[in-house]
């Protein structure tokens, strides 16, 4: 006898696995932990074998759990994509879109406004975080699409959109001939591209630093160059109008240019591909052309 497996049990399943924890997935459905349970208990009866494996408090994929997730994520994306083609609306369909903070101002909300426009009923889970934070995500399947900063020429997947300088960035009354010495840095916590760039590039150049303020956040890095704690590299991309990159401070090293690639899921949906779209669209745009 064929087996049919049931679509809401796979969105269970591929639900539970992006979210690290089956309780967070019914709440995510809607469903009840218990439902939820027996739909996972019902694939493996129809698979015929464990899928899942109970480690510490949550549950991991066995060999054929991860088979089945794959298998889970074409299926899903096959019978949305058919819905919408026949014009069955799905207020329950979800894009996860990560993106690096120096895009949130602008770029973020253009890609939103113009697919919104298309697909108002698809909700959009934005994710922000370390930029090899989101091409783990993409690869694993936890994010449909994102666009990333990388080492130039380094990174093997994804397509590169541009190259962008990093600069030097420090508040209007730091822009002098005349630097510190030590140098204050404002500095990304490890692992960071611009702080591995940052003490590449002074070290080669052998001047003297110091860390004055290392923080998580972009938002963290602006407030403390707007105090004046001291400098630090970024793209210009997004850099607030009271601070300015230092290109006419001789003593300061050059730095490399960095690659903005555009990443997409692995089996990603004809709908999460009109989304890349967009991004590409908006994120040139505004940065320039590759």
Known sequence: MKVSFDIDSLRAVVAGTDLGSFASAAVQLGRSQSAVSMQLKRLEQQAGTQLFVRKGRGLVPTE????????????????????????????????????????????????????A????????????????????????????????????????????????????IAHRSLAEPTLPSPLPLVLHTHPCLFRQATLKALEQAQMRWRAAISTPSLPGIWASLRARFGIAVRIEHGVPEDLVCLEDAAELPPLPNIDLRMLLAPDASSLARELANLLRQETLRRIGTP
Not at 68 to 88: F, H, S
Not at 131 to 158: E, F, K, M, T, W
């Open 64 to 115: 054929a759990g991860e088979a089945l997730v794959a298998y889970a994520r074409r299926i899903i994306a096959l019978n949305d994509e058919a819905a919408r083609a026949l014009g069955a609306a799905e207020s329950g369909t979800t894009l996860r879109l990560g993106l690096p903070q120096d895009f949130f101002h602008d770029v973020m909300p253009a890609t939103l406004t113009a697919f």
């Open 117 to 168: 426009r298309r697909h108002p009923e698809v909700h959009v889970d934005i994710q922000a975080g370390p930029n090899h934070y989101l091409g783990d995500q993409v690869n694993a399947g936890q994010l449909d699409v994102a666009i990333s900063l990388c080492n130039q020429g380094r990174a093997p997947d994804g397509e590169t959109l541009c190259h962008l300088p990093m600069r030097w």
